[in-house]
């Protein structure tokens, strides 16, 4: 089955500065690939996804890159702020007849 | 609105005592779904379904069961709480051609 690893598993940056998490897929035939932002106390959120056919996906400060080739995916988010401290997962799919297979998990901190 | 609904969303209760986690959803989905995670982990997925009458087991061995009598409602029960069951319970549901999950708010579990 398909196996996600996910690194760091804590993240600190300073605000206004990037962060990156990076997860690697182990089944080359995934072909989706979602992001979820899980707030403390709060329920999981899709924020941004990639499908295999797109290299890179924006929605303003926030990106998301795919290598299929060496079968791994990036979360960008530029000029954080406070308000993006969470934890944020990524997973993988071979497809809607497959399920979703998640990391374990970053845990991103923006320091004021 | 169009949401997942969970209840309870606390629960604290004995061992030994059984207990169902409701999880009913307004979206109009087909697929739904069981995760146990621990607060700010990895999601492990326990029970899943494509719709009434089909649930299956996740990658996560659990001594829940569910049923899917019904399209918009999947709960889950647990015949005999024990301390290891104490967990966050998250439902989530997709369309039946796409695999984007939408979560609902979780329960958290104790049991004593």
């Known amino acids: 089955g398909e196996n996600v690893e996910q690194h760091p598993s804590t993240l600190s940056v300073q605000e206004g500065d990037s962060a990156v998490i990076k997860c690697t897929y182990s089944?080359?035939?995934?072909?989706?690939f979602p992001w979820y932002k899980q707030e403390l106390g709060k329920r999981p959120q899709l924020i941004i996804d990639?499908?295999?056919?797109?290299g890179e996906k924006k929605d303003q400060r926030i990106a998301v890159t795919l290598n299929k080739t060496a079968k791994h995916f990036s979360l960008h988010i530029t000029e954080t702020q406070p308000e993006d401290s969470a934890v944020y997962f990524c997973a993988a799919s071979r497809g809607s007849a497959r399920q979703l297979t998640f990391g374990s998990g970053t845990q991103l901190t923006v320091l004021p | 609105e169009a949401d997942i609904y969970q209840t309870p969303r606390y629960l604290v209760i004995g061992t030994g005592k059984k207990i169902t986690l409701e999880c009913s959803q307004t979206m109009g989905h087909d697929k739904m779904y069981w995760y146990q995670q621990d607060p700010g982990m990895e999601l492990h997925l326990i029970h899943y379904s494509y719709g009434v009458n089909s649930t299956e087991k996740g990658d996560l061995s659990s001594e829940s069961t569910v049923s899917r009598i019904r399209t918009e409602h999947f709960p889950l029960t647990l015949e005999s709480a024990r301390p290891s069951h104490t967990s966050q319970y998250l439902c989530?549901?997709?369309?039946?051609?796409?695999?984007?999950?939408?979560f609902g708010p979780g329960t958290r579990l104790l049991v004593l």
């Open positions: 990639i499908r295999s056919n797109v």
């Open positions: 089944d080359s035939a995934s072909n989706y």
């Open positions: 989530a549901s997709s369309e039946p051609s796409l695999e984007t999950q939408y």
